[in-house]
């Protein structure tokens, strides 16, 4: 008896550790190939319900986990680029999406799982093009489903004549109103604590094709998984804004709602299904077959069907019926979780984009840290505007606007900071080459637009120095000063319009431009000078108008350099002559 257990056990955890490793290989194969397009389909959520639902869908077929969109959508709500009806509209779809992988488990192709899997591996291997290795991926992900399935029914298969473990399972057995819950309860608990309703369906699939288990337990079981698998979401939500707790909220009353329901009419929802389901493909009878095992190979993919069968119909049905409850679900959990006082006021800096949930989906996150960089780039054109009014101004110094500047000089650090750990964290997961080389170049473009930051402060502490010993600029001077920091701001505008689109063929456009601005720094440092030898100017003049053209033209040194990570064939931007610029005397 040992022998044998060991023999079952070796043979299910190992189907189960296979079909596991097949889905993350055909999710991680399908992110890559799907590329750009799942940050522009979750970019085209709007209040619309049924594209919500669209973009729900079309996200997990890709991702292939319910769980791990909805744990990306409360992501996104608590980064605040999605309200809570989008966020809802797509865990709606994720219930429907999450059907759709177990239909490849229907194809009657599972006995050429081990060749699938063989095939794809050459490809995955010895691929010269990093496409060809992803598509190996993919399909060797995709054999590995039907090899781990075979592995588990052939494990259960001593199980259906064995009397201890079929009085064991008798407990839950779904004939009666109380062993149908019993089942559901067993699946919601078992989804709970592995964390993966795919693999407690695979399970009940493999135990319904050795014919361990009836169909209507194993309908009880799949539906209980249903409710377990929201565990994975509300434990997401540990440390995160409380709407995005009520998008876990959402998503356990979608499938609670839809379970309860059908509870109280099991019995006809049971049959229904069976009846339904044998209109469409007939159970196989042994008779028809050479030997058993051909037999109870096609009784397994019957079940397989079946099964997925269930589960498409409860989440498309569920789905259906509450998408007109949308908006009272919305706000039922929003009455359920209300939003606090301490949410309303923010404390340093805190990023919009960035959400530790989004890293495994590494292409969403990439997309998500270059926003975050962007971002950093709207805060130096704010400080920029802010230091026009403060340079402009001949009166009293704005020490509030004064304050503005230094205090965003600080976020602007701890932006950095936090855009570049994020982007390790990213780094640390297996990208494919186009994504690792635009972290890196992230990397660099958070890092230069911190620099930025620091030398817009530099100029203000420059300038300050003026008013400190009671003095000002000439009018020639600061008009000189305000059209270098004007022409600045234009580059920063176009700086960022460039990280935008992400076209390499702008930076030509941004080197003539920087080559502009510099020519009109030298000039201005020249004018200065010839008016110094005619003039009596001050020293502290002569010193912070010197620091300020050296700050600015530090400024545009960085944003060239922000736009040169675009193309890494772009040579380094020349340090220029004023690097290490002499102070002249008074």
């Given at each position: 008896?040992?022998?044998?257990?060991?023999?079952?056990?070796?043979?299910?955890?190992?189907?189960?550790?296979?079909?596991?490793?097949?889905?993350?290989?055909?999710?991680?194969?399908?992110?890559?190939?799907?590329?750009?397009r799942l940050n522009r389909w979750i970019s085209a959520v709007t209040d619309n319900r049924f594209l919500s639902i669209l973009v729900g869908i079309l996200v997990t077929c890709v991702i292939q986990s319910s769980s791990a969109t909805t744990v990306m959508v409360i992501g996104f709500v608590n980064s605040g680029l999605m309200t809570l009806m989008q966020g809802i509209g797509i865990v709606f779809g994720a219930n429907i999406g999450t059907t759709l992988s177990l239909w490849l488990l229907t194809l009657d192709v599972s006995k050429y799982g081990e060749l699938l899997v063989g095939a794809s591996v050459f490809l995955y291997?010895?691929?010269?093009?990093?496409?060809?290795?992803?598509?190996?991926?993919?399909?060797?992900?995709?054999?590995?489903l039907f090899f781990g399935l075979k592995l588990m029914s052939d494990g259960f298969s001593p199980l259906r004549n064995n009397a201890e473990v079929l009085h064991a399972l008798s407990v839950?057995?779904?004939?009666?109103?109380?062993?149908?819950?019993?089942?559901?309860?067993?699946?919601?608990?078992?989804?709970?604590?592995?964390?993966?309703?795919?693999?407690?369906?695979?399970?009940?699939?493999?135990?319904a094709g050795a014919q361990v288990i009836d169909f209507p337990t194993s309908v009880g079981i799949v539906l209980g998984s249903n409710i377990g698998t929201t565990v994975t979401a509300i434990l997401a939500c540990i440390g995160t804004s409380r709407n995005a707790f009520r998008v876990a909220l959402a998503h356990s009353f979608f499938n609670l709602i839809g379970v309860v329901a059908i509870v109280f009419f099991w019995r006809p929802f049971v049959d229904g299904c069976d009846q339904l389901i044998?209109?469409?493909?007939?159970?196989?009878?042994?008779?028809?077959?050479?030997?058993?095992?051909?037999?109870?190979?096609?009784?397994?993919?019957?079940?397989?069907?079946?099964?997925?069968?269930?589960h498409t119909l409860f989440n498309v049905a569920t789905t259906a019926i509450l998408i007109p409850f949308m908006g009272m679900i919305a706000k039922a959990v929003t009455c359920l979780v209300p939003l606090q006082g301490t949410e309303l006021r923010e404390k340093g800096y805190k990023p919009k984009f960035l959400d530790p949930l989004l890293i495994p989906q590494s292409s969403i996150a990439i997309g998500q840290s270059q926003k975050e960089i962007l971002r950093m780039g709207e805060t130096c054109l704010s400080m920029l505007k802010d230091l026009r009014?403060?340079?402009?101004?001949?009166?009293?110094?704005?020490?509030?606007?004064?304050e503005e500047v230094f205090k965003a000089e600080e976020q602007?650090?701890?932006?950095?900071?936090?855009?570049?750990e994020y982007i390790g964290k990213v780094l640390l997961e297996t990208l494919p080459q186009k994504l690792s080389v635009l972290a890196r170049r992230q990397l660099r473009q958070a890092d230069e637009f911190e620099s930025v930051s620091d030398y817009i402060r530099n100029a203000l502490k420059s300038y300050k120095k003026i008013r400190d010993a009671d003095e000002n600029l000439s009018d020639v001077a600061r008009e000189e000063v305000l059209g270098l920091l004007d022409r600045i701001h234009d580059f920063l505008v176009n700086v960022i319009d460039y990280l935008t689109i992400g076209d390499a063929a702008n930076v030509d456009a941004a080197q003539k431009e920087s080559?502009?601005?510099?020519?009109?720094?030298?000039?201005?440092r020249d004018a200065h000078m010839q008016r110094i030898a005619v003039s009596c100017t001050g020293p502290v003049k002569t010193l912070v108008y010197s620091d300020l053209i050296v700050a600015f033209r530090r400024q545009n040194d960085h944003l060239f350099n922000i736009a040169q990570t675009l193309n890494i064939t772009a040579q380094p931007h020349p340090q220029p002559v004023h690097a290490?610029?002499?102070?002249?005397?008074?």
């Open positions: 008896m040992e022998f044998h257990f060991f023999s079952l056990l070796q043979s299910v955890l190992g189907g189960l550790g296979v079909f596991l490793l097949g889905m993350r290989f055909l999710s991680d194969g399908l992110q890559t190939l799907a590329g750009e291997l010895f691929g010269h093009k990093e496409r060809w290795h992803y598509i190996g991926m993919l399909f060797m992900g995709l054999g590995m839950i057995r779904a004939d009666t109103t109380i062993g149908f819950i019993k089942a559901i309860l067993t699946g919601a608990l078992i989804t709970g604590i592995i964390q993966s309703s795919a693999a407690v369906i695979v399970i009940v699939m493999g135990l044998k209109s469409i493909r007939a159970v196989p009878l042994e008779d028809n077959f050479a030997s058993s095992q051909d037999f109870h190979n096609a009784l397994s993919l019957w079940y397989v069907f079946a099964i997925s069968c269930v009014q403060l340079l402009a101004t001949k009166g009293e110094l704005d020490y509030d606007l004064e602007m650090d701890l932006a950095q900071k936090t855009i570049s080559d502009e601005i510099d020519t009109f720094a030298k000039k201005a290490s610029p002499a102070q002249p005397t008074a």
